[in-house]
């Protein structure tokens, strides 16, 4: 099954940028979600289709994927951008959602 | 506004069945599919399976294959989803979702969650 990997913990200080990757075989060539979660709360879409961001959400907010590596990045990060953070594809090979393990965000 | 609200939290004995279900508003609840994702305390996300708009097509992990069953009632708006032969590491919350209907469309919408405690 395909497999999608996260590193569990990225820090940044505020108005820094932070970068958060997904790993997976050719994700280039998959199309890759993004969703922040906080806790005891319900996820929400942050980036879809590799860069493409919902209205609502922030331009500080964009997305990129190429090879074999997607990333989320956020600008000038603030307080209230801490938050787990989870990508996603479709797996057609098993026709399964797939999710990363999750990166947590932390503001210095 | 778009929404989905769920049922409460369920407490369970091992063995047992849970029917957990999610009510759809502020959008065609026919034009477009559920999911259901799971989160056990401290753990990401993981996926259970969809539903179709009408009701008549699902897929499921194949991890919870023969234990799960995704229905749908369109008369009133309302997912349902049964996870059978409950045990403890079944003990999570489970969110339902909305997305477009078909494969790689995004979860644009997510329930409130609800708490399923397996516990004897």
């Known amino acids: 099954s395909y497999v999608l990997t996260q590193p569990p913990s990225v820090s940044v200080a505020p108005g820094k940028t932070a970068r958060m990757t997904c790993g997976g075989n050719?994700?280039?060539?998959?199309?890759v979600h993004w969703y922040q979660q906080k806790p005891g709360q319900a996820p929400v879409l942050v980036i879809y289709y590799d860069s493409d961001r919902p209205s609502g959400i922030p331009e500080r907010f964009s997305g990129s994927n190429s090879g074999n590596t997607a990333t989320l990045t956020i600008s000038r990060v603030e307080a209230g951008d801490e938050a787990a953070y989870y990508c996603?594809?479709?797996?057609?090979?098993?026709?399964?959602?797939?999710f990363g393990g999750g990166t947590k965000l932390t503001v210095l | 506004q778009v929404q989905l609200v769920q049922s409460g939290t369920e407490v369970k004995k091992p063995g047992a069945s849970v029917k957990v279900s999610c009510k759809a508003s502020?959008?065609?609840?026919?034009?477009?599919?559920i999911n259901w994702v799971r989160q056990a305390t401290g753990q990401g996300l993981e996926w259970m399976g969809w539903m179709n708009p009408d009701g008549d097509n699902t897929g499921y992990a194949q991890k919870f294959q023969g234990r799960v069953t995704m229905t749908r009632n369109s008369s009133i708006n309302t997912a349902y989803m049964e996870l059978s032969s409950l045990r403890s590491e079944d003990t999570a919350v489970y969110f339902c979702?909305?997305?477009?209907?078909?494969?790689?469309?995004?979860?644009?919408?997510w329930g409130q969650g609800t708490l399923v405690t397996v516990s004897s």
């Open positions: 979702a909305r997305s477009g209907v078909g494969a790689h469309y995004s979860f644009d919408y």
């Open positions: 996603q594809v479709w797996d057609s090979n098993s026709d399964h959602w797939v």
């Open positions: 502020g959008y065609t609840f026919t034009s477009y599919d």
């Open positions: 050719n994700i280039g060539s998959k199309s």
